[in-house]
Antibody, heavy 120, light 107 residues
Framework: QVTLRESGPALVKPTQTLTLTCTFS??????????VGWIRQPPGKALEWLAR???????FYSSSLKTRLTISKDTSKNQVVLTMTNMDPVDTATYYC????????????WGQGTLVTVSS | EIVMTQSPATLSVSPGERATLSCRAS??????LAWYQQKPGQAPRLLIS???TRATDIPARFSGSGSGTEFTLTISSLQSEDFAVYYC?????????FGQGTKVEIK
């Protein structure tokens, strides 16, 4: 079955770089059409898309966060990595990774999420 | 960026009653609209894609309709496990955008 799991630090200091890893199973990111994305949710607030990487290594970023984000994949390890630079307390949120079966589909499987707190 | 507006923000419904949730897009998203259910401490769960197609294992009491800019999620007879927050999301344009959510609470 399809599973995804996010991992990374629970606490980062302002101005630091956050690195999150999504480790997945049950599908391959080398399969045509497959995509993995990152979405975050500040406490008590709505969901916000951050980035997406496709099977062919195309990458897409939120326009407001584009300068701070980098997404990459390691197909052999079944992992997708997101880095976000210059972290700020407003970036405190639960970060989710999710799978899309094709570019024109919404996320159908999600990880359980990882809460990242930005504080000195 | 497409703005998704959900209404109402909170819906108070008695178990067994019908719930109707609305979602409006700032411009047409065709039928590329999904609905998600989220319970406290959990990831969102896909209910509906393509505006009206139920995801795998989603009960038939959940139905979606609409196209273009106006969409509706209907829960025909609310069960105790349906009290949650519901989000719509357009995926016609990058970036996909979510509404602010409708909380369905017990009346």
């Amino acid at each position: 079955q399809v599973t995804l799991r996010e991992s990374g630090p629970a606490l980062v200091k302002p101005t630091q770089t956050l690195t999150l890893t999504c480790t997945f199973s049950g599908f391959s990111l080398s399969t045509s059409g497959m995509c993995v994305g990152w979405i975050r949710q500040p406490p008590g607030k709505a969901l916000e898309w951050l980035a997406r990487i496709d099977w062919d290594d195309d990458k897409f970023y939120s326009s407001s966060l584009k300068t701070r984000l980098t997404i990459s994949k390691d197909t052999s390890k079944n992992q997708v990595v997101l880095t976000m630079t210059n972290m700020d307390p407003v970036d405190t949120a639960t970060y989710y990774c999710a799978r899309m079966r094709r570019v024109t589909a919404p996320p159908d499987f999600w990880g359980q999420g990882t809460l990242v707190t930005v504080s000195s | 960026e497409i703005v998704m507006t959900q209404s109402p923000a909170t819906l108070s419904v008695s178990p067994g009653e019908r719930a109707t949730l609305s979602c409006r897009a700032s411009q047409s998203v065709s039928s590329n609209l999904a609905w998600y259910q989220q319970k406290p401490g959990q990831a969102p769960r896909l209910l509906i894609s393509g505006a009206s197609t139920r995801a795998t294992d989603i009960p038939a009491r959940f139905s979606g309709s609409g196209s273009g800019t106006e969409f509706t999620l209907t829960i025909s007879s609310l069960q105790s496990e349906d009290f949650a927050v519901y989000y719509c999301q357009q995926y016609n344009y990058w970036p996909p955008t979510f509404g602010q959510g409708t909380k369905v609470e017990i009346k």
